[in-house]
C-alpha cells in the first residue's frame, strides 16, 4: 500500500500548506506563462520542496491554466508520467552519471511537453564534477528546458549555481498548520484522535508537514480504533508538557527523589532516557527563555504563560546551570552503555551539587574582594561617570585572547559584541533577542573569567558591563569576524533566530 504522506501529497498550489509567497509567485509565472530557466527550492525537510517542483512542472505545461494553476483536463495534463518530466535523486548512487546525461539530452525538444522539465532532490549531493557538469547547462540553458532543483542545505550549492537561480526558500510549517495536517490524516484513514495525541503529534514532527502524516499513519497503526494521547506518548518514546512540568518543578525545588521518581515511572513505562533527557533540556530552555524575558520568542504550541509562572520560582542562573548539565548529559548519552545513569547522574548534580553554586550567587555581592577583580554585573548604566572611548581599543585581540584561553565562552560571545572600553568599563552588548547567550554570559564565573583575560590582555583591572541594545545593521560585527579569524570562516556559523 501507498504511504499515506505519498497519497496526501498536494497536487496543486491550492493544496500546499504554509508556504504562500513562493506559491502567489510561482502562480503569477504559470499564469503569464513566463516561467524561469532555473528555480531553487530551499529549506527544511517535509515543507514541500519537491512537490511545490512537481506542481510548478505541470502548470507550466498545462496549455490551457486557470490562474497559474494546470486544468487538469488538456492533452498535456492528462498525461500520466510524461517522459518530459524527469526526476533525478542527487543522492542516489547514479545521480553523477544522470547529471552527465542530462548535459545532453536537455538539447533535444521536449517530445510531448511545452517545457522539459529536470527535477533535481538533493542537490547539494552532487560531487564538484556534476556541479561544474550543471553549471555549463544553467550558464546556457536551451530556451525549452527548465531546472528545478531543491536542497536542504543551501549552504552546500555552491554559489554560482545559486546565482542562476530563481531561488524559494520554504518555511518550517507552523504547529497549527500541522495540528491540521494530523487531523487530517487521521479523517483519511478514518479514525478518530485524542485533542492532546493530536498535539503531540504536531509538536514531534517539527516542522514538517511529511513527518506529521507519517507520523500519524504510524500511530494510527499501533491504536486498536482511535489514537489516544497514550499511544501516542509510548509511540515517541517522550514525556508529555504536564510530566515534563512536574519533572522540572522537582528540580527548581531540588527535590532529588521526586525526580528519580519521575525518572523510573517513565523509563519503566517503556519511554527511552534519551529523548526524556532532550525532553527536559527542551522545558528548562522554555523557562530559561520565560525567565528572561523572552517569552515571546516561545513557540506557539507552547503555553507560555505556564512558563512564566513556573519560571518565577527560580533564577535565571539556577535555569542556565541546570541546562548545561542537561545538554552535556544528552551529548554524553550517546555514547554510554548506561544512558539511564547518565540522566540520573544528572538530575543529581542539578538537585545537589548546583545547589552550591546557587548558593555562591546569593553570598557573593557580600564578599569583598579588593584585589581581585570581582564578578560584577553593572544593572544600572546611569550611574556610571561617563569617560571617553578609548580608540585603540581593539575587540578583536580580546576576543582571540578569550579564545585562547576559555574558547568555550566564544560561541556564546558572538551573539554580542564588545563594543567600547571607556576608562576601566567595558561594554558588552547584546541584542534584545539574545536572552541566552546574555544569560550564559552574566553567570559570575563567566563575567569573572571574561574580566580576568580582559584584565590582562589589556594591561589594567577591568570591569566588565553588559547590556542589551540593536545591533547595527552593518553585515559582519567585529566579534564574529574574531571568531571567523580565530576558527576559520567555514567552522563558524552565525544564526539570527
Ligand atoms: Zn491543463
Request: net charge negative; proline share 5%; glycine share 6%.
Amino acid at each position: 500500500m501507498v504511504a499515506l504522506y505519498r497519497r496526501l501529497r498536494p497536487a496543486r498550489f491550492a493544496d500546499v500548506v504554509g508556504q504562500e509567497a513562493a506559491v502567489r509567485a510561482l502562480k503569477n509565472q504559470a499564469a503569464k506563462k513566463t516561467p524561469a530557466h532555473a528555480y531553487l527550492f530551499c529549506g527544511p525537510r517535509g515543507t514541500g520542496k519537491t512537490s511545490l517542483a512537481r506542481i510548478m512542472a505541470r502548470a507550466c505545461n498545462c496549455l490551457h491554466p486557470r490562474e497559474g494553476e494546470a486544468c487538469g483536463e488538456c492533452h498535456s495534463c492528462l498525461l500520466e508520467n510524461p517522459t518530459d518530466i524527469i526526476e533525478i535523486d542527487a543522492a542516489s548512487n547514479n545521480g553523477v552519471e544522470e547529471i552527465r546525461s542530462l548535459r545532453d539530452s536537455i538539447r533535444y525538444a521536449p517530445v510531448a511537453l511545452t517545457y522539459k522539465v529536470y527535477i533535481i532532490d538533493e542537490v547539494h549531493m552532487l560531487s564538484a564534477g556534476a556541479f561544474n557538469a550543471l553549471l555549463k547547462t544553467l550558464e546556457e540553458p536551451p530556451p525549452h528546458a527548465i531546472l528545478m532543483m531543491a536542497t536542504t542545505e543551501l549552504h552546500k550549492v555552491p554559489a554560482t549555481i545559486v546565482s542562476r537561480c530563481q531561488r524559494y526558500e520554504l518555511r518550517r510549517i507552523t504547529f497549527g498548520l500541522l495540528r491540521q495536517g494530523v487531523l487530517g490524516a487521521a479523517a483519511a484513514l478514518g479514525v478518530g484522535i485524542e485533542d492532546e495525541a493530536a498535539d503531540l503529534l504536531a509538536r514531534a514532527a517539527d516542522g514538517a508537514m511529511r513527518d506529521a502524516q507519517a507520523l500519524t499513519e504510524q500511530a494510527a497503526a499501533t491504536c486498536d480504533g482511535d489514537i489516544t494521547a497514550e499511544a501516542v506518548g509510548l509511540m515517541l518514546g517522550g514525556a508529555d508538557p504536564a510530566q515534563l512540568a512536574q519533572w522540572a518543578s522537582f528540580l527548581i525545588h531540588k527535590d532529588l527523589h521526586g525526580c528519580l521518581k519521575i525518572a523510573n515511572s517513565l523509563i519503566s513505562a517503556g519511554r527511552d532516557p534519551a529523548v526524556l533527557t532532550a525532553d527536559l533540556a527542551g522545558h528548562v530552555r522554555n523557562l530559561l527563555l520565560a525567565s528572561s524575558g523572552g517569552a515571546a520568542m516561545l513557540s506557539e504550541e507552547t503555553r507560555a504563560e505556564s512558563f512564566v509562572e513556573q519560571a518565577k520560582e527560580t533564577t535565571t542562573a539556577f535555569l542556565c546551570e541546570a541546562l548545561d548539565v542537561l545538554l552535556q548529559a544528552e551529548a554524553n548519552m550517546r555514547w554510554h552503555p548506561q544512558p539511564r545513569r547518565v540522566l540520573e547522574w544528572a538530575l543529581g548534580r542539578i538537585c545537589v551539587e548546583k545547589e552550591l553554586v546557587t548558593t555562591q550567587i546569593i553570598q557573593k555581592p557580600q564578599v569583598k574582594q579588593e584585589k581581585k577583580p570581582t564578578a560584577e554585573i553593572i544593572k544600572k548604566p546611569e550611574t556610571i561617570i561617563q569617560k571617553t572611548a578609548d580608540a585603540s581599543f581593539n575587540p578583536q585581540s580580546l576576543l582571540a585572547a578569550i579564545a585562547q584561553q576559555a574558547p568555550q565562552l566564544t560561541f556564546q560571545l558572538t551573539a554580542g559584541r564588545f563594543e567600547s572600553l571607556e576608562g576601566d568599563v567595558l561594554h558588552l552588548v547584546f541584542p534584545p533577542g539574545e536572552t541566552i547567550a546574555r544569560a550564559f554570559t552574566e553567570r559570575p564565573e563567566t563575567v569573572a573569567k571574561i574580566q580576568d583575560i580582559a584584565s590582562e590582555t589589556l594591561g589594567h583591572k577591568i570591569r566588565l558591563q553588559i547590556t542589551s541594545k540593536d545591533q547595527p545593521q552593518t553585515g559582519e560585527n567585529p566579534m564574529q569576524a574574531a571568531a571567523a579569524a580565530f576558527f576559520g570562516r567555514e567552522n563558524v556559523t552565525v544564526k539570527n533566530d
